[in-house]
Nanobody, 123 residues
Framework: QVQLVESGGGLVQAGGSLNLACAAS????????MAWFRQAPGKEREFVAA????????YYADSVKDRFTISRDSAKNTMYLQVSSLKAEDTAVYYC????????????????WGQGTQVTVSS
């Protein structure tokens, strides 16, 4: 019913930047909260940032504040995550999520997930 497709991951040096994108299709997203999570090998899926699709209000994990920026373009049904000043600890698969509720920092707060895009930061 809702499809989410991430893109933009890659291999970068520490201190570098990437722009991740999540293209949404299948349903209207005017009342959806959307978010980015990430998961490194052997670790739990971790909240990164969230955005209210209608209001544009944004929320960030403390570990990424002032380095990552979440945004969306409603005309393109696309959400973005600009990641800057990357550290080795940012290496993970980054997942796009959407849900029919207020923005949340927990995995259970979202109903739809993309397949993920790999971000690798060399030390």
């Amino acid at each position: 019913q809702v499809q989410l497709v991430e893109s933009g991951g890659g291999l970068v040096q520490a201190g570098g930047s990437l722009n991740l994108a999540c293209a949404a299709s299948g349903r209207t997203f005017s009342r959806y909260a959307m978010a980015w999570f990430r998961q490194a090998p052997g670790k739990e899926r971790e909240f990164v940032a969230a955005i209210g699709w209608s209001s544009g209000s944004t929320y960030y994990a403390d570990s990424v504040k002032d380095r990552f920026t979440i945004s969306r373009d409603s005309a393109k049904n696309t959400m973005y995550l600009q990641v800057s000043s990357l550290k080795a600890e940012d290496t993970a698969v980054y997942y796009c999520a959407a849900g029919y509720r207020h923005p949340s920092s927990v995995v259970g707060g979202y109903d739809y997930w993309g397949q993920g895009t790999q971000v690798t930061v060399s030390s």
